[in-house]
């Protein structure tokens, strides 16, 4: 059975860090490609992050130079480094991984920057 479990979320005052993991199970994780999406309240899932299984990766401008994601195949985790953190980054954080036609989303992370 699929499995991915986030974590790492909580409250953090602005410019402030956290680091997202998503545990994988259940399925061959370093052929995936493995994205982190956000929703923030009245808005729509907007892609934050993607890294490729042979590690590439690409960022919304949003959050270029402040976020970094990270893959451990071995451990089958993936990671979402978080710094600079501004109250619009507020959102709950979901991992996703895909490999053509296969996609599986984790239940997501809540993430609230605020002073």
């Known amino acids: 059975q699929v499995q991915l479990v986030e974590s790492g979320g909580g409250l953090v005052q602005p410019g402030g860090s956290l680091r997202l993991s998503c545990a994988a199970s259940?399925?061959?994780?370093?052929?995936?490609?493995m994205k982190w999406y956000r929703q923030a309240p009245g808005k729509q899932r907007e892609l934050v992050a993607t890294?490729?299984?042979?590690?590439?990766?690409n960022y919304a401008d949003s959050v270029k130079g402040r976020f970094t994601i990270s893959r451990d195949n071995a451990k089958n985790m993936g990671y979402l480094q978080m710094n600079s953190l501004k109250p619009e980054d507020t959102a709950i954080y979901y991992c996703?991984?895909?490999?053509?036609?296969?996609?599986?989303w984790g239940q997501g992370t809540q993430v609230t920057v605020s002073s």
């Open positions: 890294i490729t299984s042979g590690g590439t990766t």
């Open positions: 996703n991984v895909a490999y053509y036609t296969r996609s599986y």
């Open positions: 259940g399925m061959t994780f370093n052929i995936y490609a």
